[in-house]
């Protein structure tokens, strides 16, 4: 049973399971994984041997260029050229063939829902149907023509008698439930990325909503259980997702990210969105707007990055004729801290909107592209009155120090969904069968539920 995706406009509460994984897992399985980012399409090639640690063994990356945006795929040739290339690097590096793809996947218009499924178990032993069957309750009241519906192994829960455990399946008990994520996605984002997929001749294994598999990407086991909130700052999206007992309380999509500060300074200083780019990462976010909310906490500035000296003239490359040429750093401050301020104050009003503030023990983790902005966290932490920091990928064995950048915490938590999808599979705790014989299972179950 495929854990990515239910077809709004099919049978209810099928889970469609894209052929895929092919055998049990292994000592030494690999996996591949992509994100497809809106300024990059990522690539990784991932083993992972007993224990929790995952070694990288090739990644590869190449320019968006603006082919998927928000999600959505804008141009399909363009974005199967990025992807060969990124996969093309990955093989060569990893010296491995891959077969299929574990993907990523958010977007404009997506809901999110944590429902919960409840079965009697028969015979008192808990066997896959029930599993299956408690699945489906759970997702029956989110369907919808038109859309999908994505969960992940790695964000449920099974309760038997109320009674929390690991993997039910075999275990004795009278009532099973089932608390799981879900998000409902526009069926024409997941169709265009799996094709962009299998245009190369690869299968697409498994979705994973792409705030999920940044805070796998990034939180400790100590942040899951404690609580933290993941806010994975990309180009054209900002994801959140909140952990506690190791539990996910919430997540959200927001449609903005880091290229609304680079439309801003392109308009306010009228420049090329590269040079506003590159201006928003030389200079970041100034330190006098965030010392005086800050009080006697010192600043968080990023390794390599130099403290402010105060406003210095900049002369700038590509305006367009007839504006100035040059212009003072106290603009671009401006700039940046206002726009910066009020979309962490928008995340911060969601968060409190749902009653998920008291769960920030361990505070808020920023990771992404945006979140190399030098101050990034210092504005945060005046925003989210809480403890704050950057997200780098962890619990991973590297060759290259590149990978431990923020932009490569969703990749890297893609990969560890991936060996739980795997290992789940292994361990019967989800089918690997088509939609067509779930249909026969869901109609059996049906029939000797309510007419035997």
């Given at each position: 049973m495929r854990m990515?995706?239910?077809?709004?406009?099919?049978?209810?509460?099928?889970?469609?399971?894209?052929?895929?994984?092919?055998?049990?897992?292994?000592?030494?399985?690999?996996?591949?994984?992509?994100?497809?980012?809106?300024?990059?399409?990522?690539?990784?090639?991932?083993?992972?041997?007993?224990?929790?640690?995952?070694?990288?063994?090739?990644?590869g990356a190449a320019p968006g260029h603006g082919c998927v945006s928000q999600g959505v795929v804008q141009d399909r040739n363009a974005a199967q050229a990025a992807l060969r290339q990124a996969l093309t690097q990955a093989e060569r590096a990893a010296r491995v063939k891959v077969h299929s793809l574990f993907c990523g996947i958010n977007g404009r218009n997506v809901e999110t829902f944590i429902r919960e499924g409840n079965v009697k178990v028969e015979h008192d032993v808990v066997e896959q149907e029930h599993m299956l069957e408690a699945r489906d309750i759970a997702s029956r009241d989110i369907l919808a023509a038109g859309k999908r519906i994505t969960s992940s192994i790695?964000?449920?829960?099974?309760?038997?008698?109320?009674?929390?455990?690991?993997?039910?399946?075999?275990?004795?008990?009278?009532?099973?439930?089932?608390?799981?994520?879900?998000?409902?996605?526009?069926?024409?984002?997941?169709?265009?990325?799996?094709?962009?997929?299998?245009?190369?001749?690869?299968?697409?294994?498994?979705?994973?909503?792409?705030?999920?598999?940044?805070?796998?990407?990034?939180?400790?086991?100590?942040?899951?259980?404690?609580?933290?909130?993941?806010?994975?700052?990309?180009?054209?999206?900002?994801?959140?997702?909140?952990?506690?007992?190791?539990?996910?309380?919430?997540?959200?999509?927001?449609s903005w990210g880091g290229y609304h500060l680079t439309r801003d300074i392109a308009a306010g200083l009228q420049v090329s969105f590269d040079e506003a780019d590159a201006l928003i990462l030389e200079h970041g976010i100034s330190d006098r707007f965030v010392r005086s909310e800050l009080g006697d906490r010192p600043l968080v500035h990023i390794p390599g990055q130099s403290a402010e000296e105060g406003p210095t003239p900049i002369k700038l490359k590509t305006v367009v004729p007839g504006a100035p040429t040059t212009v003072d750093s106290g603009e671009i401050d401006v700039i940046l801290y206002?726009?910066?301020?009020?979309?962490?104050?928008?995340?911060?009003?969601?968060?409190?909107?749902?009653?998920?503030?008291?769960?920030?023990?361990?505070?808020?983790?920023?990771?992404?592209?945006?979140?190399?902005?030098?101050?990034?966290?210092?504005?945060a932490e005046a925003v989210f009155q809480t403890p704050c920091r950057i997200g780098k990928p962890v619990g991973i064995q590297v060759g290259t120090h590149e990978l431990l950048d923020p932009e490569y915490s969703t990749a890297v938590g893609i990969a560890r969904h991936a060996f739980q999808y795997r290992a789940a599979a292994r361990d019967g705790q989800i089918e690997l069968r088509g939609a067509g014989s779930s249909v026969l299972r869901r109609t059996a179950r049906f029939i000797r539920r309510y007419f035997l």
């Open positions: 990515g995706a239910v077809r709004g406009g099919g049978a209810a509460g099928v889970f469609r399971q894209v052929q895929g994984v092919r055998g049990v897992r292994r000592r030494g399985e690999t996996v591949g994984v992509v994100d497809f980012g809106s300024r990059e399409i990522r690539v990784l090639i991932a083993r992972q041997d007993d224990g929790d640690e995952m070694a990288i063994l090739g990644h790695t964000a449920q829960e099974w309760y038997l008698d109320d009674l929390r455990v690991q993997n039910p399946l075999g275990i004795r008990g009278q009532v099973l439930k089932t608390r799981m994520h879900f998000a409902q996605i526009p069926a024409v984002i997941e169709e265009n990325l799996a094709a962009c997929i299998e245009s190369l001749r690869l299968e697409l294994e498994d979705l994973i909503f792409s705030p999920l598999a940044a805070a796998l990407g990034c939180l400790t086991p100590e942040d899951r259980e404690l609580g933290a909130a993941v806010l994975d700052l990309g180009r054209s999206t900002t994801g959140l997702a909140v952990y506690r007992d190791f539990r996910i309380l919430g997540s959200h999509c927001f206002e726009r910066a301020h009020e979309l962490l104050v928008k995340v911060r009003q969601h968060v409190q909107s749902r009653g998920l503030s008291k769960s920030l023990v361990r505070g808020v983790v920023l990771t992404g592209g945006a979140s190399k902005i030098r101050n990034i966290v210092a504005v």
